[in-house]
């Protein structure tokens, strides 16, 4: 599938229509269910997914949608996939929940199970990312002028480090033990990784669990920028499609960089 400006442009108006319905959840009083996972569950998260699942159908009729929200698909049915979306309509529930605003709307093409293309939208902030290999990434706020984004290709005296908002751990406490002197960045949703992609960070080490949804449109992005998100143990860049959804521990950092985080 080729990704043009007219594709994106389209897919940068689903994102933004998510992100108007998410917002007007997040404006009102909202219930909180918990899903068979234990994960929290809104009607923002529904009804984002709605939207996005029926402008996708239209510009796309034939590409499959695997998102978060959306019905269960089996393996053996989406193994023979060469080209679908992978979406989460709302990456950072707990953090709609707390309303901190630090949720986004991740909406990825996936092409061999490979991240190609990826949106990441903010509502709250009006902040919208996106990207891909052989496209470059770029960012901008809504209705302002788009730039051009690139990850740090190297590291200064101080590591600047993004780091999850709802989860810290002490496996975190030990990676960050590596470096004389560091700087964190706290934030929620695929956000940590939009930092990696324009350079306000080195890097992302996440070391625990996330889901493919999770990752898909931000790892695009960072892709597009010159950086990648790569398995903590192996070193190799992030598999999807997965037979178990769950990703392993990772970091996002630039290429170059992979090594220098132990």
Excluded at 54 to 66: A, G, Q, Y
Excluded at 108 to 128: R, T
Excluded at 161 to 186: G, I, M
């Amino acid at each position: 599938m080729i990704i043009n400006d007219e594709i994106i442009s389209k897919l940068l108006k689903i994102a933004q229509k998510a992100g108007s319905a998410i917002l007007n959840v997040y404006k009102s009083e909202f219930n909180v269910y918990t899903k068979e996972d234990k994960s929290p569950l809104t009607e923002a998260d529904k009804q984002a997914h709605e939207i996005i699942k029926i402008n996708l159908e239209n510009i796309t009729p034939d590409v499959p949608i695997l998102s978060e929200e959306g019905t269960e698909i089996d393996y053996n049915e989406r193994s023979k996939w060469h080209l679908y979306w992978l979406i989460d309509p709302l990456d950072g529930t707990k953090e709609f929940i707390k309303k901190n605003d630090e949720f986004t709307v991740n909406i990825a093409l996936m092409e061999y199970n490979k991240p190609v293309f990826g949106v990441v939208f903010a509502p709250v902030l009006n902040k919208i990312y996106w990207g891909g290999v052989n496209i470059g990434s770029f960012t901008k706020q809504i209705n302002g002028r788009s730039k051009s984004i690139t990850v740090n290709p190297k590291i200064g005296d101080t590591v600047h480090v993004a780091v999850s908002r709802s989860h810290p751990s002490d496996k975190l406490t030990k990676f960050l033990s590596q470096f004389n002197k560091y700087e964190l960045y706290s934030m929620g949703s695929s956000l940590k990784m939009c930092l990696v992609a324009e350079g306000a960070v080195d890097c992302y080490p996440r070391l625990g669990p996330t889901m493919e949804w999770d990752t898909a449109a931000s790892h695009a992005i960072i892709l597009g920028s010159g950086g990648d998100l790569v398995n903590y143990s192996s070193r190799n860049t992030l598999e999807y499609n997965k037979k178990n959804l769950l990703n392993p521990e990772f970091i996002a950092c630039h290429v170059e960089l992979v090594d220098f985080f132990r």
